[in-house]
């Protein structure tokens, strides 16, 4: 009864553990998929769970609401000024918002294509691999800098940079490393691009959670 009742802590105690790193790393220029599942192996946790797939993405959703508060209530104000209100006033947070949507576009058609080849999780070498390959990119690229504003972006370096943020499906190369880098080399100013960069995690995530869920559907319905 003591065995079981210690396992079921230490269980929860894991969990946990993986809520706060994937919500440490989701808002830091490194891979929080190539970090968990670095931490699942050693930890030896089932990561084809549904329930803690879930888990960790509200807890990246979370980390990036309560990082990015300030600015995503300013994009929701502009777009709907803008569509409501004041055109020219409001231009900037309603472009921005196409923007997001573009590069969001952009993975999900690319995340479909890899499903469909039969990519799956990467195996732990390359996660490590990809680890160095991240860091090198951001040592080498980070000193760029650009005098462009996201005012001044367009739907090319939009596509540019959502093209990018695809090499952060693979475990160990960062969604929002890849993206900032990108920024940077179209231009962008770097406080600028990293900020489009942590905008852009909030409706991927949010894509992620849907397709975790249609998955559980149709797992369901296969079942029956």
């Known amino acids: 009864m003591v065995n079981s009742m210690n396992e079921k802590i230490i269980e929860i105690l894991k969990y946990i553990f993986l809520g706060l790193l994937q919500g440490i790393t989701e808002v830091l220029p490194v891979s929080s998929s190539g970090h968990l599942q ?7 946790i089932n990561n084809d769970s549904i329930t803690l797939s879930i888990f960790l993405h509200f807890a990246s959703l979370l980390a990036v609401l309560v990082f990015l508060r300030k600015e995503l209530f300013n994009l929701i104000i502009g777009f709907f000024g803008f ?3 004041d055109r020219q006033k409001y231009k900037y947070q ?7 949507c573009i590069t969001t576009l952009v993975l999900v058609v690319f995340t479909v294509i890899v499903k469909l080849l039969g990519f799956d999780e990467s195996p732990l070498w390359l996660v490590g691999a990809c680890l160095i390959l991240n860091a090198a990119m951001l040592f080498i690229f980070g000193k760029f800098t650009g005098n462009k504003t996201l005012d001044e972006m367009t739907v090319k370096d939009a596509v540019i940079i959502g093209l990018f943020q695809c090499a952060g499906s693979f475990a160990g190369i960062s969604r929002s490393g890849s993206t900032l880098t990108c920024g940077l080399l179209v231009g962008v100013n770097k406080n600028e691009a990293l900020d489009f960069s942590f905008l852009m995690s909030i409706p991927i995530i949010l894509a992620s959670l849907v397709g975790i869920f249609i998955k559980q559907k149709l797992n369901i319905m296969g079942e029956k």
């Open 38 to 44: 670095i931490a699942n192996e050693v930890l030896h």
């Open 83 to 85: 569509l409501f209100k």
């Open 94 to 100: 309603f472009m921005l918002t196409i923007y997001l």
